[in-house]
C-alpha cells in the first residue's frame, strides 16, 4: 500500500468521524460549522486519494477453458 492510498484512509476514517461528531454535537449542543467543514474536507480529500490512479485488476485466468469453449461455440454459430 503506497502512501498516497494510506494518506487517503487516513484522512477518510478522520473526516467520518469528525462528521459523526458534529451531527450527534448538533442534537445534543451547540456545535460550530468548523467540524462539518472539516469532516467534509477530509471526507473529500480522503476520497480524492484513494479513487485517483488506481490501476484495473489483472485479467483473471479462473474460466480460460469456459471462454474458450463459449468463443468456439460462438464461431461455430456464425
Do not use: W
Amino acid at each position: 500500500m503506497n502512501f498516497k492510498k494510506r494518506l487517503g484512509v487516513f484522512l477518510l476514517l478522520v473526516g467520518l468521524l469528525v462528521l459523526f461528531v458534529y451531527f450527534i454535537g448538533i442534537s445534543v449542543a451547540k456545535i460550530p460549522v468548523v467540524f462539518f467543514v472539516f469532516g467534509a474536507g477530509c471526507v473529500f480529500l480522503g476520497g480524492l486519494l484513494l479513487l485517483r490512479k488506481r490501476t484495473p485488476p489483472a485479467p483473471s485466468e479462473r474460466f480460460r477453458t469456459i471462454r474458450r469453449l463459449k468463443h468456439k461455440q460462438d464461431e461455430e454459430g456464425e
